[in-house]
């Protein structure tokens, strides 16, 4: 079965930084885009960041782009979230997911991941 476990959230303040982690098990995924995305309160569910099998291309969010890096270790079969610069709106509850296949494009759309966390709460304090 497969499973996708998010942890590094907390409360941090503004201009901080936090890292997340995703640790994927029951398969392993390293020829398998995966994602961050998050979901702010009383919002829909937005991506954030994809990173392709090998951890050679990755796409991010124009919000979080220049702040934000998403990385993987293959070999730990676990993803990154490293964050920096934080504000008050990215306060959300971020989810990791993973596709079952793989793509030559990285996908922004919630409806091609088909494995999701069970997320972490980030809050930015101003």
């Known amino acids: 079965q497969v499973q996708l476990v998010e942890s590094g959230g907390g409360l941090v303040q503004a201009g901080g930084s936090l890292r997340l982690s995703c640790a994927a098990s029951?398969?392993?995924?390293?020829?398998?885009?995966m994602g961050w995305f998050r979901q702010a309160r009383g919002k829909e569910r937005e991506f954030v960041a994809v990173?392709?099998?090998?951890?050679?291309?990755?796409d991010y969010a124009d919000s979080v782009k220049g702040r934000f890096t998403i990385s993987r270790d293959n070999a730990k079969n676990t993803m990154y979230l490293l964050m920096n610069s934080l504000k008050p709106e990215d306060t959300a509850v971020y989810y990791c997911a993973a596709e079952r296949d793989a793509y030559p494009l990285l996908h922004r759309a919630r409806d091609e991941y088909n494995y999701w966390g069970q997320g972490t709460q980030v809050t930015v304090s101003s």
């Open positions: 990173i392709n099998g090998s951890g050679a291309r990755a």
């Open positions: 029951g398969r392993t995924f390293d020829s398998i885009a």
